[in-house]
């Protein structure tokens, strides 16, 4: 069965701190996408990242970077330098190729705070 | 930019009415979706669409329908609304134009926090 866990409900750091934001999923597909989204205090889910289960290279957008391990099922996200803008909840999830109408599985959600 | 917007930031309803929730996204896309989101159990799917006036359940479609007429618009109806029906919903669409490949990103609206009393 596709699961998607963050196992860190709340994350507290000050500003300038390295944060990585856990996601582990699990899916019996070959073919597969992962996505980090971000839901800031307004409440709109901001897309972040979408990538598919073939491409394992780690990706790098400015403060933010990605880290995909096929051999963990594993897909976590650090920023670097975190900023008080950064606070959020984060939101990784699952797509399965072969699932009907691309629904998506959410995991819990990860509440990052970062204090001034 | 995609444009997803929901008709209300904020609704308060009394238990046994019938709500209405609406979705409109401007960029000609094919599926749309509805979740709801609940504290510590992240957003669950209730209903999907794929096409002008088709609709598949999610994981959590009781006491909810959909209707799509349009394709731009998506509907979610609560028919009798009740207190555990209180929730933040998400609306949310995605361009695909085959089903089987159905992986493109989702794009969501701002949300409608609904209280039921």
């Known amino acids: 069965a596709q699961k998607v866990t963050q196992a860190q409900t709340e994350i507290s750091v000050v500003e300038k701190e390295d944060v990585t934001l856990d996601c582990v999923y699990e899916t019996r597909d070959t073919t597969y996408y992962l996505f980090w989204y971000k839901q800031p205090p307004s409440g709109e889910l901001v897309f972040l990242i979408r990538?598919?289960?073939?491409?394992?290279q780690n990706e790098i957008s400015g403060r933010y970077s990605w880290n995909f391990q096929k051999s963990t099922s594993s897909f976590n996200f650090t920023i670097t330098a975190s900023q008080v803008v950064d606070s959020a909840v984060y939101f990784c999830a699952l797509s399965e190729y072969h699932n009907q109408g691309g629904k998506l599985i959410f995991g819990q959600g990860t509440e990052l705070s970062v204090k001034p | 930019d995609v444009k997803v917007t929901q008709s209300s930031r904020y609704l308060v309803k009394r238990t046994g009415e019938k709500v209405f929730l609406e979705c409109v996204q401007d960029?000609?896309?094919?599926?749309m979706f509805w979740y709801r989101q609940d504290p510590g159990l992240g957003l669950r799917l209730i209903y999907f669409s794929y096409d002008v006036k088709m609709k598949e359940k999610g994981d959590i479609p009781e006491g909810y329908s959909v209707s799509r007429e349009k394709k731009e618009r998506f509907s979610l109806i609560l028919e009798s609304a009740s207190t555990n029906q209180t929730s933040m919903y998400l609306c949310?669409?995605?361009?695909?134009?085959?089903?089987?490949?159905?992986?493109?990103?989702?794009?969501f609206g701002p949300g409608t926090r609904l209280t039921v009393l």
């Open positions: 990538r598919n289960s073939f491409d394992e």
């Open positions: 960029m000609d896309h094919e599926n």
């Open positions: 949310a669409s995605s361009l695909d134009p085959e089903l089987a490949a159905s992986t493109d990103t989702q794009y």
